[in-house]
Nanobody
Framework: QVQLVESGGGLVQAGGSLNLSCASS????????MGWYRQAPGKQRELVATITSGGRTNYADSVKGRFTISRDNAKNTVNLQMNSLKLTDTAVYYC???????????????WGKGILVTVSS
């Protein structure tokens, strides 16, 4: 009933910037926490940034000061502005949302399919 779709990935040079967007659709009443996670080749998935419905943010130490997460509660979207990109930022980035649906079960976690970000030298 709920889908998350990421967009904005691609190839960028080290030191450059990229903006990721995540659009949600379906039987959504509201969304609590939203966030971005990433998985590099051969590594485990890790948290990048989260944001509450009230706008409180949390960042992984590796991206703090370089990435900015934001959301639009009216549109149920979340963005990730990535600046000063490094080679180690190369990964598949996944959108996550803790959703309150309009039908049972009401509280559900959803994940996007992921989008590739490649940082080159």
């Amino acid at each position: 009933q709920v889908q998350l779709v990421e967009s904005g990935g691609g190839l960028v040079q080290a030191g450059g910037s990229l903006n990721l967007s995540c659009a949600s659709s379906g039987s959504i009443f509201s969304i609590n926490d939203m966030g971005w996670y990433r998985q590099a080749p051969g590594k485990q998935r890790e948290l990048v940034a989260t944001i509450t419905s009230g706008g409180r943010t949390n960042y992984a130490d590796s991206v703090k000061g370089r990435f900015t997460i934001s959301r639009d509660n009216a549109k149920n979207t979340v963005n990730l502005q990535m600046n000063s990109l490094k080679l180690t930022d190369t990964a598949v980035y996944y959108c996550h949302a803790a959703v309150l649906r309009t039908t049972t079960p009401y509280a559900m976690n959803y994940w996007g399919k992921g989008i590739l970000v490649t940082v080159s030298s």
